[in-house]
């Protein structure tokens, strides 16, 4: 089973009129798809740091309820790279589009069913249970989806404006948190006591209205041309994701440790300061959440700015400054939240996503350009999902539990350690610009 060769050679026949708007619906669907995906995402990590230990885990001490809230939020992490490899599989047989079109509505309704979900004093240990279950759903909907929004977009765009075209569906992200926490800000501040009877199920339900949006924008889109020339050429592979594994698994290896400073931070700035802010400096919930979303805004307008950097002066270096700031900020943004100052808990939280956006910008086409185009969307799923398991799922626990035993300097460690082991693995990953230029004059693309 592959894709219809009818709708492959649309693909490849669009020029002109039809092809700039091909180019821009993809941008748009991507950028769609992907902020309703982490608006999803992010609202269960909101949840997990400020209601879930209440609802779901009402027996246990602070400390407790709050690591196991963060474990159902790393569950999901972990479910990612199961997503990456299973929709990589069909997403280089099938195509982009149909693979993304099930990744939206597994993450809608795995969301919605969140939202309705008892909690513990009505079902008891059932409630944590399914609560698992859905968050596994989760991580495997964002796992195939990352990739698939990625090579829709890039595939779609001119070659020299690939780190561009690659980062606008990474702009996903700071929508999805400005959706996800400014909602879950809106009615923390607004509902007060009844915010974690059932208020915070609001946001959950909401994403099905969401999803109508993205489905409807996605389904006008064409299968990329480049995927459309690997069924024209019958270069099909029978069974993509063991290829990849097989051929490539220094590149997805890399790709995965490319990200540890990207991805551990990330959580860190975004979940676990949540938590730390509101419950360890007793500052307002409403002021973590603020400032998180305030720093997600700033970020709609570096992710892309970056990502065009990349393609004037090289990805690899502007990833490689984006990794250095991590380091170079690791202690000061503890040591400006410390003060409790409002105004400069604000102005750590939103100058942290600054590496964070250097970095996520050419970030998507470094890794995506790692991997032949017949084996892209499973190759570069699974070496960038890989970093939720290593990085990002583990990122609140870890913190958590450094900050209850050693204290909030070992945090910033951990942090400037990450910064080290991505510039090692951006050291050695091959040059994508070389391997291009070699597979263009030997092997398909």
């Not at 400005?178 to 946001?203: C, E, H, N, Q, Y």
């Not at 339900?205 to 924008?217: D, T």
């Not at 970030?363 to 990085?391: C, D, H, K, M, N």
Request: charged share 15%; glycine share 10%; net charge positive.
């Amino acid at each position: 089973m592959t894709l219809d060769p009818g709708d492959a050679a649309r693909a490849r026949a669009a020029d002109g009129d039809e092809r700039r708007r091909q180019v821009r619906l993809a941008a748009v669907s991507s950028v769609i798809g992907t902020s309703i995906e982490w608006y999803d995402f992010f609202l269960y990590n909101t949840a997990a740091a400020i209601v879930f230990k209440d609802v779901f885990f009402p027996e246990s001490s602070d400390y407790a309820g709050t690591l196991s809230a963060f474990a159902t939020y790393a569950v999901g992490f972990a479910a990612r790279p199961v997503g990456a490899a299973i929709f990589g599989h069909w997403g280089d047989r099938l195509g982009r589009k149909a693979m993304l079109i099930v990744t939206l509505v597994l993450m809608g309704v795995s969301s919605a069913l969140i939202g309705v979900l008892p909690g513990t004093d009505s079902i008891g240990a059932a409630a944590p249970v399914l609560l698992v279950l859905l968050r596994v759903l989760q991580g495997i909907a964002v796992g195939g989806e990352w990739s698939g929004s990625v090579l829709l977009s890039m595939e779609w765009g001119d070659r020299k404006r690939r780190g561009l075209m690659a980062s606008l569906p990474q702009i996903g992200v700071p929508i999805g948190l400005i959706l996800g926490t400014g909602m879950m800000t809106a009615i923390a501040l607004s509902a007060d006591k009844a915010f974690s009877d059932w208020a915070w199920r609001v946001p959950f339900l909401f994403s099905l209205v969401l999803v109508a949006v993205g489905l409807f924008v996605r389904v006008r889109v064409m299968e990329t041309p480049l995927f459309a020339e690997v069924v024209a050429k019958k270069e099909v592979s029978r069974v993509p994701v063991a290829e990849v594994v097989r051929k490539h698994p220094k590149e997805i290896i890399l790709s995965a440790l490319l990200r540890c400073s990207e991805q551990m931070p990330f959580y860190i700035f975004t979940s676990f300061a949540l938590t730390y802010i509101h419950k360890d400096l007793g500052m307002r919930q409403g002021l973590a959440l603020s400032a998180v979303t305030a720093a997600a805004v700033l970020e709609l307008f570096t992710i892309p700015a970056a990502g065009h950097l990349g393609d004037r002066i090289g990805g690899r270096r502007v990833y490689a400054v984006g990794s250095l700031l991590i380091a170079v900020i690791a202690f000061p943004y503890f040591g400006l939240i410390n003060t409790k100052a409002a105004a400069l808990v604000v102005i750590a939280v939103v100058v942290a996503q600054i590496p964070h956006a250097v970095q996520y910008g050419p970030q998507a086409s470094l890794i995506a350009e790692s991997f032949p185009t017949r084996l892209r969307y499973g190759g570069a799923g699974i070496g960038y999902q890989l970093a939720s398991v290593i990085a990002g799922g583990p990122a609140p626990l870890l913190a958590t539990w450094l900050l209850h035993d050693y204290g909030w300097w070992a945090i910033a460690v951990a942090m400037i350690v990450s910064s080290v082991l991505t510039l090692g693995a951006l050291a050695l990953l091959p040059d994508p610009a070389r391997a291009r230029a070699v597979r263009e004059a030997g092997a398909p693309a």
